[in-house]
């Protein structure tokens, strides 16, 4: 279904993107025919390169991070929105909330590897009702395009026959029916045209790369074609959430199953403390690619809570389509939940069970607490077939690299620095945003809301100092 060579086509629910920002962004354009110029033109701002002129951004922001986790230990005063009374216990912090700690932190490194600017939300409180916006504006355009798609939905069965949010948004029937989204999704649209006029203004006085410096002046090496300003306003509006939240959720899930898991965690320590002496040698090169155990951690936390959990939806083209002896005809919108395919048995022993190793082909006990008797050389293809957090085929992400780095770099400096241990949300606390998400959650897992793009709350997490 998304393979290179699937009679396939992204489904025309990512045309709602176009209907909103007036031009589709890379990630959003239908037919490979048009995707492909785009896709060569924005590699050029997530290569090696890239990584190297925009770390910058993930070491002093995660420097940033780990010194307002020292404060907040000190001081149970800052931060107070996030906070619950000092704890007792010698040592340790106050409880905070990882969530938004890590969208702040997610939030300020994409500004400064994607904009060269730093939107402060780590340190001034100006800046972080933006923090949600882009999620909200997934939320609007993934919900009602479902609701209206719904074939179980009767009353509503005339907009299956004409289609869905494109025709919504050009008949501004989502200002009436759905004002609450609306109003998310056009706040982010004038969001990110700002962020990106803005930047763009800007660009006689830059000294150094980003991303954006990549997007403006790159070509398609074989069409000459480059971004037009619509383009670039679409652009900024998919990396904006798309470099932060992701991060920021798998930051917390990764926390979460660490805490859960202190043998793990202990495994991870081991491995750093025998690859660097200092934290601040903690950065990309040859002493990051050798954190292998660290790494397995990371890819077992995004198989179990993918990025995107739901299915991204598939049209199959002229001539019709099967998989597994079904057969699709021409028309028909198809798609598989990353979900459904990370926690099946047939690909990953234990599903739902958090299991690094099942990534290292090892002998038991060697890196970490769990037995390896299934990681042979098969059973890790086989579960990198399956594994899809950054989609796969041509609409594959591109930022796969960027994503691996900046989490590895963000963790490592984070677990040198401190332990850590679950902690007490405040009294009467509630997540407003999550819905029922947290109660339909499995034991043990990590919870999470699919607005298309994966949200999440907590965890609430105590720190204390390992110096």
């Avoid at 919900?143 to 050009?170: C, D, K």
């Avoid at 798309?242 to 959720?249: D, I, M, N, Y």
């Avoid at 769990?370 to 591109?398: H, R, V, W």
């Amino acid at each position: 279904m998304y393979g290179a060579k699937a009679n396939t086509k992204k489904a025309d629910w990512y045309k709602i993107w176009e209907q909103l920002f007036g031009a589709a962004s890379t990630a959003t354009i239908v037919d490979h025919e048009t995707h492909a110029p785009r896709k060569r033109i924005l590699q050029q701002g997530f290569s090696d390169q890239a990584i190297r002129d925009t770390e910058s951004s993930v070491i002093e922001n995660t420097r940033t991070f780990c010194k307002i986790i020292v404060n907040l230990s000190q001081d149970a005063t800052n931060l107070s929105s996030v906070l619950t009374e000092k704890d007792s216990d010698p040592g340790w912090g106050p409880s905070q909330n990882l969530s938004q700690l890590y969208g702040y932190l997610t939030y300020d490194i994409m500004g400064g590897m994607v904009f060269s600017t730093s939107f402060d939300m780590q340190t001034s409180e100006k800046n972080r009702p933006y923090l949600g916006i882009s999620m909200d504006a997934l939320r609007g355009l993934n919900t009602v395009s479902y609701i209206f798609r719904n074939p179980n939905a009767i009353v509503l069965t005339v907009w299956e026959q004409v289609g869905f949010m494109p025709l919504l948004l050009r008949l501004k029937l989502d200002k009436i029916f759905f004002k609450e989204l609306n109003a998310g999704m056009e706040r982010y649209k004038l969001y990110c045209a700002e962020q990106a006029t803005i930047r763009t203004a800007r660009q006689q006085e830059m000294k150094t790369r980003d991303v954006w410096s990549a997007l403006m002046f790159a070509k398609d090496p074989l069409t000459g074609q480059s971004f037009t300003e619509k383009d670039l306003q679409s652009e900024a509006a998919i990396i904006i959430s798309a470099a932060s939240h992701p991060s920021r959720t798998t930051l917390c899930a990764l926390t979460h199953y660490l805490i859960d898991h202190p043998a793990c965690m202990d495994a991870i320590r081991a491995e750093l403390q025998s690859t660097f002496s200092h934290a601040d040698e903690i950065r990309s090169g040859p002493g990051l690619q050798k954190c292998h155990y660290l790494r397995a951690c990371l890819r077992e936390t995004l198989r179990l809570c993918p990025g995107i959990p739901g299915n991204p939806l598939r049209t199959v083209l002229k001539g019709g389509l099967t998989v597994d002896d079904n057969f699709f005809p021409e028309g028909t919108d198809i798609g598989l939940s990353t979900y459904a395919v990370h926690h099946a048995e047939r690909y990953f022993p234990k599903p739902f069970s958090f299991i690094p190793e099942r990534w290292l082909a090892r002998p038991a006990g060697d890196l970490g607490p769990e037995s390896t008797d299934y990681a042979t050389k098969d059973s890790i293809a086989q579960a990198n077939e399956a594994f899809a957090a950054f989609s796969t085929g041509p609409m594959g992400c591109l930022g796969k690299n960027i994503v691996y780095h900046q989490l590895m770099v963000i963790f490592a400096r984070m677990a040198w620095q401190f332990d850590l241990r679950r902690g007490p949300p405040p009294a009467g606390y509630e997540s407003k945003r999550m819905g029922r998400a947290i109660a339909q959650a499995m034991h043990g897992e990590y919870p999470q809301r699919d607005n298309f793009s994966a949200e999440g709350d907590g965890p609430w997490v105590q720190f204390r100092s390992r110096l």
